[in-house]
């Protein structure tokens, strides 16, 4: 879905948005509060300049309009991969969007993010899966690293690697496995706007993913395996 007729569904045709290349900004009402939403299209590469956009409008966000709650419309390939980029030091920027995001949420701004079209590495890393929660069109794409990747970076035969995604949502890309894992809390489907009305009401700030993940089936360790790092703690 393009963001346009994403847009469209959630908050009319005078929705307000507007994108300036490959970023998405806007102040909307929704349901007659304000509603900020940042975002970005076209499978965008995080770059030092997008990540520092995005960065700023979430500051300005939290001087300017104290409370109000930020939707992230995520559509992105990951970090640009750039030389430029990395030598203007790329990660410290991605790693300023996450911290802007994490200081939105301890002053008591509700993020929610929404994968609509494409979410991997990086890009998603700082984005939705920073928010309070994160949620999924069902016809969007989510990966960390495609197997030929993963099996170059772990030296295992990509054979393996295929047989394990069949069975372990940990080595499979889709939205569904990463539901299972506990990623993304649920599919947005039909409704929309009721969609983002339920998510915003649920006030819960907690990490949820690794009991979801246990609970689903999708990660059977890592809730566990907290637990016992926090109760030796």
Known sequence: MDWKTLAERLFGSDHGLTAEGDFITGDVRFDGAPLKVIGTTGHAPIGVQLALAQARVVLDTIERQPGCPILLLIDTQGQQLRRRDELLGINRAMAHLGLCLDLARRRGHRVIGLVYDQ?????FITSGLIADACYALPEAEIRVMRLPAMARITKLKPELLEALSQDNPVFAPGVENYVAMGGVRALWQGDLPQALRGALADAATDDRRAADGA??????LASDVAQRVLDAA
């Open 215 to 220: 609970a689903r089936g999708g990660r059977n």
């Open 119 to 123: 979410a991997l590495s990086g890009g």
